[in-house]
Each structure stands twice: as structure tokens, then as C-alpha cells.
């Protein structure tokens, strides 16, 4: 008997103990070893029958802004050029189900949203092979930056179109050697305001770009240099802390940034809708990005995010994917276009539940089920990459001090930033303690002028290992910031 009879068999079997009721959690079998460089990777993912009492949250959400992002998948699966449409169903009954379900969503009123989602679809919580159910959301957003068609001061950072020759991985366009020309500067497809502005867009994927006299141009991604993905995140490094660094010392911002290889090209697109992997115009906080080797493009997902200040339960759609979402219990949240969103997208790093949610037929889900053991996935350019975010525990207002604060003693700090005024600077202080209290009731702020510019800084701290500590706690707020040894 095939590998290939064999996971159907099992598949057809697991839905039919599914549909009878039994909540039973069903495993694929997995197939033979195959070299990495070949197109069918080994199941590491299990999908375990609940129901929709198991959902945390669920009734309180607002099903019918999820009901808006799947009418995009709808259109995209009646019009059957899309390349993902192949995963989301391939035979057995599920190609009828999702044209029953896409019939149907359009003639919705947002009421019967809920019941709707309800009656099409089966949840299933997806969990790692070896029975984790833990994994990681973060979030995502489209920086709006000020550019030039030409280079221009002080537009002096160029974004590239996808070479001719490039082969992936080609080490002949690392981000070292784009940065130092490999590419010729009239090859610039535009200029925007700094290397870190570029390097934060090409963690986002897309991103807009205002022109002087007002024109806006999207950006779109058109493919990367096939270069592994790393985080910047795991080194402490975000846009606001290079940024600060660039000021100061701007060979090192750019020796940091060029130690992540990998670069991402861009295609210009119309400007009114940011789309995801899937060709799909994205919905603020409704669209996700995902593995897709887990989880199919178009499929409505679940989301339980959760930190020790808020908590994100809501119902999305996969829409995208990226570089850095690796994992069957991983999502990244697709936040909306501009800063108001970036500093929303920077404080989302949550443990995640995640629950995938199947058409409900038979033969759907024995599709879905050997659809992604066989991994029909046609290849596809990486994406790198206000709904209810309820707090758990509100963050209580600063408390006005009766008496001036002595300062603790310590030879170590946390820089906040650099402002050209004492004046942002203070403004700074006051909106940070007022987001973070009660985490800096034990230190005072003092500026230092260095050059043209107000360091800001909190402290002291006995240790570094204490400053590092508390900037841990700050970042996992949105505040930049990074250890220093004193206040000056």
C-alpha cells in the first residue's frame, strides 16, 4: 500500500471518529525521511477536536470584522487564479464546502456572524507534534516613511527592485555587500529617510512612502536574497534603539543592521489596499501571517494571546506569511498602516493558544488533513515580514509624590533616548511613567546633554544585571531602551 493510500486511509478514518462525536486527537502518520532541500517536509503539528466552549473568549468577540477579512478569501476563491487555493482544498468535498460557506458569508448581517462561523466551521486546536500547545504571537504593521524618486538630502537610503540575476542565497548580495554597492545606486527604485527606517520596513514587508509634493507610493514585497532569516529582536535591537544609535555612531547602527543577511526587495503597487502573501488585501487586526506549511492561506484562525499586561483573544484569517513565523503554534498580527500602529505592534509578544477552524463536512477535513501531509504548497516569495486588547491588570495612574523622591544609590542605568529639547525629553519621562508605573517608582530621571542632543535616563541601579533587568520589563511594554553605566 503507498505512502500516499496510507494517509489518506488514516485521514478519512480520523475525520469519520471526528464527525461521530469522539473527541479523539488525531495524528498523522509521518512519512519516510526527506532531504531538506526537497519540497515535502515531515508533519510536526497535531490537530486536536474541541468545541467552541473551549475557546476562550469567543462569545465576547466581534465575528463580523472576521466575517469582513473572509469575504476577501471568498472573492479570491471564486475567482480561482490564486496559487494557495490548491492547500485550502484539493479534493474529497472541500472545494464544495468552502463554495457553500463563500456563497452564503456575503449575505450575512454582522448579527449572524457568530452562528454562522459556528455552523460552517469545526474547531481543532493545533499543537506541535511532541503535544505542546504554547506557542508565540507578535504583531506587525506598514511603516509610513518620507521618501524621494531620487537621491536627495536627506533621503539617502535606497530600496532595491528584485535583480535579474539573483540566485538565491547568493552571498554576492548579503546585506553587507548591498550596503557596500553591489548593487549600482541609479538602481534604486526610491530613497527614503535613513538605513534604519529601511531596515525596519524590511522586517514589516511592506511599507508606504510619502513624497515631498504629497504623492504616496506602497511598496510591496518582491522577494528577498534568499539569506536566512535572523531576529533583531533576540539581540535587544528594535528601530528606536538604532535609531538612537545612529545618531551617535552610525558606522556601528550599520554594522549591526548588516549583520542580518538577509534583504528584502520591493515592487511598487497600488496604493489603496496592503496585501499579504495570499494577494489578499489585509484587515487591521484580523489578518494573520503563519507557517503555511501548517496551516492553509484563507483559513479562519483563532487566536489566545496572552502576557502578564493583556490578553488578545479574537477571531482572524490567514492571510500572509513571513520570514520569521516558524512553527505550527505561531501567528503574527497584521496591526494597519502607520506609527499608531507600529507602537501597538511593538508591545504585542504574547504566549499563544492557536485553534484552526475547518469546514465542516467529512470529506472536508479528510482533505484538509492529507493536504497538508502532502504538502501541496507551490513555491512562494516570503513576507517578512482596533480590536479588544483587554488588560488584565490596568496599569494604575503615577501617583502624585507628597514628598521630592531621594534618589537610590547605584553606577548603573537605562538610557530612554536622545531629544533635541529637554523639553521632549521631560515629555517623554512623564508619558513613559504613566505608561509603565509602578515599574519606575524606584528610580528618578536625569538628562546629560551630549552634543546636540538630552540623553534621558532613569536610574541609578545597583547592578547591570539590574538595569538589564528593568530594560527587559520596559521593552516588554514598547518602551526602547538599553543598560548604561551611569547617569550622566
Known amino acids: 500500500m503507498s505512502q500516499q493510500n496510507i494517509v489518506k486511509a488514516f485521514s478519512t478514518a480520523c475525520s469519520l471518529i471526528i464527525v461521530g462525536g469522539l473527541l479523539a486527537s488525531c495524528t498523522l502518520p509521518k512519512g519516510p525521511e526527506v532531504k531538506p532541500d526537497e519540497k515535502k517536509v515531515v508533519t510536526d503539528v497535531r490537530y486536536k477536536p474541541v468545541s467552541y466552549e473551549d475557546l476562550q473568549g469567543w462569545n465576547e468577540d466581534n465575528h463580523s470584522e472576521a466575517l469582513i477579512s473572509l469575504h476577501k478569501t471568498c472573492k479570491a476563491i471564486k475567482a480561482g487564479e490564486a496559487q494557495w487555493v490548491d492547500q485550502l482544498f484539493v479534493e474529497n468535498g472541500a472545494q464544495a464546502a468552502w463554495k457553500k460557506i463563500c456563497d452564503v458569508a456575503p449575505k450575512l448581517p454582522d448579527e449572524a456572524a457568530k452562528a454562522f462561523f459556528e455552523t460552517a466551521f469545526m474547531p481543532f486546536?493545533?499543537?506541535?507534534?511532541?503535544?505542546?500547545?504554547?506557542?508565540?504571537?507578535?504583531?506587525?504593521?506598514?511603516?509610513?516613511?518620507?521618501?524621494?524618486?531620487?537621491?536627495?538630502?536627506?533621503?539617502?537610503?535606497?530600496?532595491?527592485?528584485?535583480?535579474?540575476?539573483?540566485?538565491?542565497?547568493?552571498?554576492?548580495?548579503?546585506?553587507?555587500?548591498?550596503?557596500?554597492?553591489?548593487?549600482?545606486?541609479?538602481?534604486?527604485?526610491?530613497?527614503?529617510?535613513?538605513?534604519?527606517?529601511?531596515?525596519?520596513?524590511?522586517?514589516?514587508?511592506?511599507?508606504?512612502?510619502?513624497?515631498?509634493?504629497?504623492?504616496?507610493?506602497?511598496?510591496?514585497?518582491?522577494?528577498?536574497?534568499?539569506?536566512?532569516?535572523?531576529?533583531?529582536?533576540?539581540?535587544?535591537?528594535?528601530?528606536?534603539?538604532l535609531k538612537t544609535l545612529l545618531l551617535h555612531e552610525p558606522s556601528a547602527a550599520i554594522g549591526m543592521m548588516n549583520e542580518f543577511p538577509r534583504y528584502v526587495f520591493y515592487k511598487i503597487a497600488p496604493i489603496d489596499k496592503v496585501r499579504g502573501a495570499a494577494e489578499i488585501p489585509l484587515t487591521n487586526e484580523r489578518s494573520i501571517?503563519?507557517?503555511?506549511?501548517?496551516?492553509?492561506?484563507?483559513?479562519?484562525?483563532?487566536?489566545?494571546?496572552?502576557?502578564?499586561?493583556?490578553?488578545?483573544?479574537?477571531?482572524?484569517?490567514?492571510?500572509?506569511?513571513?520570514?520569521?513565523?516558524?512553527?505550527?503554534?505561531?501567528?503574527?498580527?497584521?496591526?494597519?498602516?502607520?506609527?499608531?500602529?507600529?507602537?501597538?505592534?511593538?508591545?504585542?509578544?504574547?504566549?499563544?493558544?492557536?485553534?484552526?477552524?475547518?469546514?465542516?463536512?467529512?470529506?472536508?477535513?479528510?482533505?484538509?488533513?492529507k493536504n497538508l501531509d502532502q504538502r501541496k504548497?507551490?513555491?512562494?516569495?516570503?513576507?517578512?515580514?482596533?480590536?479588544?486588547?483587554?488588560?488584565?491588570?490596568?496599569?494604575?495612574?503615577?501617583?502624585?509624590?507628597?514628598?521630592?523622591?531621594?534618589?537610590?544609590?547605584?553606577?548603573?542605568?537605562?538610557?530612554?533616548?536622545?531629544?533635541?529639547?529637554?523639553?521632549?525629553?521631560?515629555k517623554t519621562w512623564r508619558q513613559i511613567v504613566a505608561r509603565t508605573s509602578p515599574l519606575l517608582d524606584n528610580v528618578v530621571h536625569k538628562l546629560s546633554r551630549y552634543k546636540n542632543f538630552h540623553r534621558l535616563r532613569a536610574g541609578p541601579l545597583a547592578t547591570r544585571s539590574a538595569a538589564s533587568g528593568l530594560c527587559q520589563e520596559l521593552k516588554a511594554v514598547g518602551v526602547a531602551c538599553f543598560p548604561v553605566t551611569g547617569m550622566k
Do not use: C
Not at 542565497?169 to 555587500?177: E, H, I, M, T, V
Not at 502576557?307 to 512553527?327: C, E, H, P
Open 125 to 241: 486546536q493545533v499543537v506541535t507534534g511532541e503535544n505542546k500547545a504554547i506557542g508565540k504571537l507578535t504583531a506587525y504593521y506598514t511603516p509610513v516613511v518620507k521618501g524621494s524618486w531620487t537621491r536627495l538630502t536627506p533621503f539617502a537610503a535606497p530600496l532595491y527592485s528584485m535583480p535579474k540575476d539573483l540566485v538565491r542565497g547568493d552571498p554576492r548580495y548579503s546585506r553587507q555587500a548591498i550596503a557596500d554597492g553591489v548593487i549600482p545606486a541609479d538602481k534604486a527604485i526610491i530613497w527614503i529617510n535613513n538605513p534604519v527606517d529601511a531596515f525596519d520596513m524590511q522586517i514589516q514587508g511592506a511599507g508606504e512612502v510619502v513624497m515631498g509634493d504629497g504623492t504616496r507610493v506602497l511598496l510591496e514585497v518582491d522577494g528577498t536574497n534568499g539569506h536566512p532569516w535572523r531576529s533583531p529582536g533576540k539581540k535587544g535591537l528594535n528601530r528606536d534603539v
Open 289 to 369: 501571517a503563519i507557517d503555511r506549511r501548517h496551516i492553509p492561506l484563507g483559513t479562519p484562525v483563532w487566536i489566545d494571546g496572552e502576557n502578564k499586561y493583556s490578553s488578545i483573544r479574537k477571531l482572524t484569517i490567514a492571510q500572509d506569511v513571513g520570514g520569521a513565523i516558524k512553527g505550527s503554534v505561531r501567528a503574527d498580527l497584521y496591526m494597519g498602516r502607520g506609527d499608531s500602529y507600529g507602537d501597538r505592534a511593538r508591545k504585542i509578544n504574547h504566549k499563544l493558544r492557536m485553534y484552526t477552524l475547518v469546514p465542516r463536512t467529512t470529506e472536508g477535513l479528510a482533505s484538509f488533513f
Open 377 to 426: 504548497i507551490a513555491p512562494m516569495a516570503q513576507k517578512t515580514p482596533p480590536s479588544k486588547m483587554v488588560m488584565k491588570n490596568p496599569m494604575p495612574a503615577p501617583v502624585q509624590k507628597a514628598a521630592v523622591k531621594k534618589a537610590p544609590k547605584g553606577r548603573y542605568a537605562v538610557q530612554l533616548g536622545a531629544f533635541d529639547s529637554a523639553k521632549g525629553a521631560n
